[in-house]
Each structure stands twice: as structure tokens, then as C-alpha cells.
């Protein structure tokens, strides 16, 4: 499969990156194992979480889905050495102190992150969320300290506008502190102003990586939501109705047509979609089944063309 070099991170990845946000919440650790064996079995080699997946899910407090890829990787001896790491840093963990981007606070996370995760180095260290009350300078030296102690390889913002990411990136140039090296911001067919414009044209000026969340707008671009009666098919359902709209059913009408031209899926249209895009190195999709893992592959050799991107763009036009 052919390798993306992801910005300034000083590494390549595969163009489809695995979201670990299921493990623990929508999978269990066995179908996680699953899942992550197919992944990598299909040539893919990143896995992106959280310190705070998944948090949200009954009974669990954060730190389950780095768990779960640290026994996985206990497991599969070698693996380490064949896959990279993301992870975040800055949730609310729902314990005071456990949030946000000071120093204090990252040089505590990151320690519990490489715990769980069983490593001696994170691949890529985000800051989940912009931090009103940390100034830059602050996370950044904090990210410095960290990278110069090797446990941290590069250093990645997810959730920020252009104006925040610019400030950032000055501030680590006028204190000599380093740069976020990659970005992590939601974008797909159907949310696609949080990147289309200034904030696509900064990365691209400056080079950086560009990782997408909620590819596939947490399964509705696969195309099985086509109305309410379908949102009990997953226990993200009522997430997605949101997604029902006028534009929604466009989008999805578009994806159908362009997937029956190549014989192939709705969700490996809308993968193959931010694969193409400028500025994307690579969506981050999560999976659930072992199938989902092969619609990814799918969707790395599937080849849209000029009129198929045309179709879409249109389609999913703001
Ligand atoms: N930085 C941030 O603030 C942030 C926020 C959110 C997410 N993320 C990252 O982005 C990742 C991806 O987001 P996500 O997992 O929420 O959503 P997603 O990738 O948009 O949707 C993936 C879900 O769609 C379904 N699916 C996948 N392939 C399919 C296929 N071929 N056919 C039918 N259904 C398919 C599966 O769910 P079911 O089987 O349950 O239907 C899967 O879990 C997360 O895991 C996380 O790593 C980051």
C-alpha cells in the first residue's frame, strides 16, 4: 500500500487511519483484537485514541481504549514496531485537574497514556481540544520537554480554527518552541466547513499532516441510515439523525450513484472522496467488523475520477 508522509511528523502512515473511539464502547476487547488484526493484515498501519475514549460509554471512565490497544499489542509480538500510536490529551476526564492543556497536567497524562498504552514512546501527541485558559507557549513547552525526553515522537492539534492554529504556529516559531506538526479536524461529505477554506489553505502553507475525524459522519455516509427506522442499527444511532436532512439524502444519492459507476460501496466512495482531497493525508475511520476493515482497503484502490469528484462536490456543496 502506498505510504503518506504526514507533514512534519518525520514518518509515513497508510492513507486510512483506524479510530480507536469504539474499542470499549461500541466493541469489546476481543472484537477489537478482531478488527485490529484485519487492519493490519490489509496493510494499514496507525491507530489513533484518546485518553478520554471511551469515557462516555456506561461503566467506563476514559483510558478503555488505550487499554485495550496496549494489551493488543502485548499480544501480537512485534506489532509495536509496526504500527503508530496517536493519542490525546486534554479532555475533561471528569476529575478536577484531569483536562486542559497546562504543563502540569500533560506531563501527569501522558505518563497514564504510556501506562495503558504499554509503550515507551506515543507516535503522535494531540491536543484534543483548544484550552482558553493555557496559553500556547505554556502546552508547547510542555510538548517540548516531552519530545526531548523521547516519549513523545511529533506533536498534533485536533479541533482548532485557522485563527487559533496560526497563533499556535507563531508562537512556537517567535519562542523557538515546537510546532504542531499535524492536524486532527472533523471533516466529511457532509461537515465539511470546519476545513474547506482557511483553515485547509494554512495546513497546506505550511505543510502540515492532516488527519479527518467522522470520515464517514459516524456511519451515515455507508449509506444505512436512510430514514429514522434505521438508527436502531447501531448504538451510535441517535447521533446520526442529525444527518437526515435534505442535504443528507443528496449526499447519499450522490454516493449511490457514483458507487454503483465502480461497483462499490457508499462508504468506500466517501473514504476514497477524503483520500483524494488536497490537503488530506488520511481519513481516520473507525470499524466495527472485519468487513468495515476490508471496505477500508477497498477504498485506498478505488480510483475516482474527475466526474465522480465533480458529482460529489456538488452534492455536498454548503
Ligand atoms: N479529535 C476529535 O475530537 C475526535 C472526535 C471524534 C472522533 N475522533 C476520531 O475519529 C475516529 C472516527 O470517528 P468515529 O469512529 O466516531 O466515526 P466514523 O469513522 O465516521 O464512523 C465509523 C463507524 O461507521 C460504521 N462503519 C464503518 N465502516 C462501515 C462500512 N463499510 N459499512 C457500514 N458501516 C460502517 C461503524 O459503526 P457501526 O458498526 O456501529 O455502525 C464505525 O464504527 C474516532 O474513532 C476517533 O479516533 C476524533
Redesign the pocket.
Known amino acids: 500500500m502506498q505510504k503518506r508522509s504526514l507533514g512534519h511528523a518525520g514518518f509515513e502512515i497508510a492513507p486510512i487511519v483506524f479510530?480507536?473511539?469504539?474499542f470499549g464502547w461500541?466493541i469489546d476487547e476481543k472484537a477489537s483484537f478482531d478488527v485490529l488484526d484485519a487492519f493490519v493484515d490489509h496493510g494499514f498501519d496507525a491507530i489513533?485514541?484518546?485518553d478520554v475514549y471511551s469515557a462516555w460509554a456506561p461503566g467506563n471512565k476514559g483510558g478503555e481504549s488505550e487499554t485495550i490497544i496496549g494489551n493488543w499489542l502485548k499480544a501480537r509480538p512485534g506489532m509495536r514496531d509496526k504500527v503508530k500510536i496517536f493519542t490525546?490529551v486534554g479532555s475533561d476526564l471528569g476529575v478536577p485537574g484531569q483536562k486542559g492543556l497546562s504543563e502540569t497536567w500533560i506531563l501527569q497524562a501522558v505518563e497514564a497514556s504510556l501506562a495503558r498504552l504499554g509503550v515507551e514512546r506515543i507516535d503522535l501527541y494531540?491536543s484534543?481540544?483548544p484550552d482558553p485558559h493555557t496559553p500556547y507557549a505554556e502546552t508547547l513547552g510542555a510538548y517540548d520537554k516531552l519530545l526531548k525526553a523521547g516519549k513523545i515522537r511529533a506533536i498534533g492539534a485536533?479541533?482548532l480554527d485557522a485563527m487559533q492554529l496560526d497563533e499556535a504556529l507563531h508562537v512556537a516559531r517567535a519562542k523557538d518552541l515546537p510546532a504542531y506538526q499535524v492536524l486532527?479536524p472533523?471533516y466529511?461529505l457532509y461537515d465539511r466547513s470546519s476545513f474547506d477554506g482557511p483553515l485547509r489553505d494554512l495546513c497546506l502553507r505550511e505543510g502540515l499532516g492532516v488527519v479527518t475525524?467522522?470520515?464517514?459522519?459516524?456511519?451515515f455516509l455507508?449509506g444505512?441510515y436512510r430514514s429514522k427506522d434505521d438508527l436502531g442499527?447501531?448504538?451510535?444511532g441517535e447521533g446520526i439523525g442529525k444527518y437526515l436532512d435534505a442535504r443528507g439524502l443528496r449526499i447519499l444519492a450522490a454516493l449511490d450513484d457514483v458507487a454503483a459507476r465502480h461497483g462499490a460501496?457508499d462508504?468506500e466512495v466517501a473514504l476514497a472522496w477524503l483520500i483524494a482531497r488536497e490537503g488530506v493525508t488520511a481519513p481516520?475511520?473507525?470499524?466495527?467488523?472485519r468487513?468495515?476493515v476490508e471496505?477500508f482497503a477497498k477504498a485506498v484502490a478505488l480510483a475516482l475520477g474527475a466526474e465522480d469528484i465533480a458529482a460529489l462536490d456538488q452534492a455536498s456543496a454548503p
Not at 19 to 22: A, E, I, L, P
Not at 213 to 219: F, K, N, R
Not at 233 to 236: G, T
Open positions: 479510530g480507536g473511539n469504539v461500541t489513533d485514541t484518546a490525546k494531540f484534543h481540544w485536533s479541533n486532527q472533523e466529511n475525524y467522522y470520515s464517514l459522519a459516524s456511519g455507508s444505512k442499527q447501531s448504538r451510535r460501496s462508504a481516520i475511520a473507525s470499524a466495527t467488523k468487513s468495515h471496505s
